[in-house]
T-cell receptor, first 114, second 111 residues
Framework: EADIYQTPRYLVIGTGKKITLECSQT?????MYWYQQDPGMELHLIHY???????EKGDLSSESTVSRIRTEHFPLTLESARPSHTSQYLC?????????????FGSGTQLSVL | GQQLNQSPQSMFIQEGEDVSMNCTSS?????WLWYKQDPGEGPVLLIA?????ELTSNGRLTAQFGITRKDSFLNISASIPSDVGIYFC???????????FGKGTLLTVNP
């Protein structure tokens, strides 16, 4: 089972601020993901990475950006936060294993932009 | 793209009752995963299914990969209050290995 950590757990911030949500995993997984989830709603893929220096946009358009400089680290950045960015952000990782791939999620960051 | 229909959207049951929820797909899937999400937490993997007809149990939970490869169900027997949460199905099909999530089933268990 993967150990995947997200910080902060909760963040309340004013409009226009730059924020970075941290995600780290200790299992050496190649693939990492960011999902956005509104309360009680489905998960929407916003970014993913197949490995170092690989980043791709997901199904849901997002104004956030990501980077993957190290295998274990996949931070997400919002250059200028807006109230519409208020949501829960979930990071996940998996081994590259084709059809048997399983995603393991962090505890999430609940972002509130005032 | 691939779409999943998960039902029911929500369930209110009494402690001790059995629960069943399911997901159907418009296309054939190679993998079905079932997750549970507690409030304020990330989803936790419950059961993974990889073969049509496969039936897998995890304690009081049982999930099956449908023979047509277009559906899966999750059963919870003898529900307890800590079963409360949102249950998500997720499926993967085709060649891109991208995981598609259902919209979730919110389960409430009354003691």
């Amino acid at each position: 089972e993967a150990d995947i950590y997200q910080t902060p757990r909760y963040l309340v911030i004013g409009t226009g601020k730059k924020i970075t949500l941290e995600c780290s995993q200790t299992m050496g997984h190649d693939k990492m993901y960011w999902y956005q989830q509104d309360p009680g709603m489905e998960l929407h893929l916003i970014h993913y990475s197949y490995g170092v220096n690989s980043t791709e946009k997901g199904d849901l358009s997002s104004e956030s950006t990501v980077s993957r400089i190290r295998t274990e680290h996949f931070p997400l950045t919002l250059e200028s936060a807006r109230p519409s960015h208020t949501s829960q952000y979930l990071c996940a990782s998996s081994e590259r294993a084709g059809v048997t791939e399983k995603l393991f999620f962090g505890s999430g960051t609940q972002l509130s932009v005032l | 793209g691939q779409q999943l229909n998960q039902s029911p959207q929500s369930m209110f049951i009494q402690e001790g009752e059995d629960v069943s929820m399911n997901c159907t797909s418009s296309s054939i899937f190679n993998t079905w995963l079932w997750y549970k999400q507690d409030p304020g937490e990330g989803p936790v993997l419950l059961i993974a299914l990889y073969k049509a007809g496969e039936l897998t149990s995890n304690g009081r939970l049982t999930a099956q990969f449908g023979i047509t490869r277009k559906d899966s169900f999750l059963n919870i027997s003898a529900s307890i209050p800590s079963d409360v949460g949102i249950y998500f199905c997720a499926g993967r099909g085709g060649s891109n290995y991208k995981l598609t999530f259902g919209k979730g089933t919110l389960l409430t268990v009354n003691p």
